[in-house]
């Protein structure tokens, strides 16, 4: 019996949604859930999500008890942002044979581009440098 059973039967209700521990996502985990009968999946991109969402992978935020209610509203707050065109189309799976990632932001005139960071986070202790080029609106 797999867990989404065994918590099924000791609820006696249905269990639909699924939150990915410590938010580690990509298309195959996707997949897995969505085959093992899911209907919303969770990350943990620390950001917003609103009717656009892909229901496989709607953003969360972890609430921390370092957290001023403040910041936490800051954040609750800012707008969702969206992306299109990736390229590798799955940006969580990228390896070191990928020299370019690039992505466009759906929406980007709703933020100040001052204000837009992109972050290389999976290659620690390598010098990768870290370009955020705007594209001409």
């Not at 989404?4 to 006696?12: A, C, F, P």
């Not at 209700?13 to 897995?32: C, H, M």
Request: glycine share 4%; hydrophobic share 40%.
């Amino acid at each position: 019996m797999n867990s989404k059973t065994e918590i099924e039967k000791n609820l006696g209700l249905p269990v639909t949604e699924f939150a990915v521990p410590f938010g580690a996502f990509d298309s195959y985990v996707k997949d897995t859930i969505r085959t093992a009968g899911y209907t919303l999946a969770f990350n943990v991109d620390g950001a917003n999500s609103d009717a656009r969402a892909d229901k496989m992978n709607i953003n969360r935020i972890i609430a921390r008890t370092s957290m001023s209610a403040r910041y936490f509203t800051e954040l609750a707050t800012v707008p969702p942002i969206y992306f299109s065109a990736n390229v590798p189309l799955d940006l969580c799976r990228v390896d070191t044979e990928n020299t370019v990632m690039s992505f466009k932001i759906d929406g980007v005139q709703a933020f100040d581009e001052t204000t837009v960071q992109s972050t290389v986070t999976s290659f620690s202790g390598l010098d990768l440098p870290a370009y955020l080029t705007p594209v001409a609106r």
